[in-house]
């Protein structure tokens, strides 16, 4: 369930940064178009003043120069407007990616809360055993009280995916089995797990604590023996 929540988180700053690429693609193709436009008026100024400075220009080429003036000016100011929409949409996205790092932060600072809610009411039953233990010297309302406790314990890790193995009677297999010893014992057959002294554990498809257990050994006959 976390980790879903951080991967939501991730694919939503990496959507976020492509449409902030695709926008300032945007602006800055608007940008070299308004430059553009500001150098062509350019050049058309400075040949409007050339053709002053040769005497072809009077009273007409002024009114000729004066809307080339304008139109560079508006280009300009269209040039700074990109500029500054750029800008701003990069702060923007510094805000977003600031704010989506922190909501990051903290789902991993909180991501086992949910498991310390579902261990709770564990912990509630097994006080309330312990006290009715307390006012009646009832062992068999003790054991009912701590059975209730570990069967909810168990639910609340298998929502977690963490489950338990079964070892006994399957064969010894020391990737995920410790061998403490071995009996001689009919009970299964050689090399197969006939006792267990810690239960073995599975987070979804990773081993998390081997089982800890005796294996059994074929038993030796009198005439092996000699």
């Given at each position: 369930?976390l980790?879903?929540?951080?991967?939501?988180?991730?694919?939503?700053?990496?959507?976020?940064?492509?449409?902030?690429a695709?926008?300032?693609e945007?602006?800055?193709?608007?940008?070299?178009?308004?430059?553009d436009?500001?150098?062509?008026?350019?050049?058309?100024?400075?040949?409007?003043?050339?053709?002053?400075?040769?005497?072809s220009?009077?009273?007409?080429?002024?009114?000729?120069?004066?809307?080339?003036?304008?139109?560079?000016?508006?280009?300009?100011?269209?040039?700074?407007?990109?500029?500054?929409?750029?800008?701003?949409?990069?702060?923007?996205?510094?805000?977003?990616?600031?704010?989506?790092?922190?909501?990051?932060?903290?789902?991993?600072?909180?991501?086992?809360?949910?498991?310390f809610?579902?261990?709770?009411?564990?912990?509630?039953?097994?006080?309330?055993?312990?006290?009715?233990?307390?006012?009646?010297?009832?062992?068999?309302?003790l054991?009912?009280?701590?059975?209730?406790?570990?069967?909810?314990?168990?639910?609340?890790?298998?929502?977690?995916e963490?489950?338990?193995?079964?070892?006994?009677?399957?064969?010894?297999?020391?990737?995920?089995?410790e061998?403490?010893?071995?009996?001689?014992?009919?009970?299964?057959?050689?090399?197969?797990?006939?006792?267990?002294?810690?239960?073995?554990?599975m987070?979804?498809?990773?081993?998390i604590?081997?089982a800890?257990?005796?294996?059994?050994?074929?038993?030796?006959?009198?005439?092996?023996?000699?």
């Open positions: 369930m980790n879903g929540l951080a991967k939501k988180i991730e694919i939503r700053m990496a959507n976020a940064i492509n449409a902030f695709i926008r300032k945007e602006l800055v193709a608007g940008k070299e178009e308004s430059v436009k500001a150098l062509e008026l350019e050049e058309q100024e400075t040949a409007a003043e050339a053709e002053k400075v040769d005497g220009a009077g009273e007409g080429a002024e009114q000729t120069e004066s809307p080339a003036i304008d139109e560079m000016e508006q280009a300009r100011a269209e040039a700074a407007d990109m500029k500054d929409k750029l800008m701003r949409l990069a702060a923007e996205f510094e805000n977003y990616k600031k704010r989506m790092e922190r909501d990051r932060g903290l789902a991993l600072k909180y991501r086992e809360e949910q498991v809610k579902e261990l709770l009411p564990c912990i509630d039953t097994l006080e309330r055993a312990i006290e009715q233990f307390k006012k009646t010297g009832n062992s068999a309302d054991l009912a009280g701590v059975e209730l406790t570990y069967k909810g314990l168990m639910t609340a890790l298998e929502k977690f963490l489950l338990p193995m079964r070892s006994i009677g399957s064969p010894f297999d020391p990737n995920i089995h061998a403490l010893a071995m009996e001689e014992t009919g009970e299964v057959d050689a090399n197969c797990v006939v006792r267990e002294f810690e239960k073995g554990y987070y979804k498809d990773r081993l604590r081997p800890k257990v005796v294996v059994a050994k074929k038993t030796e006959t009198a005439g092996d023996s000699r």
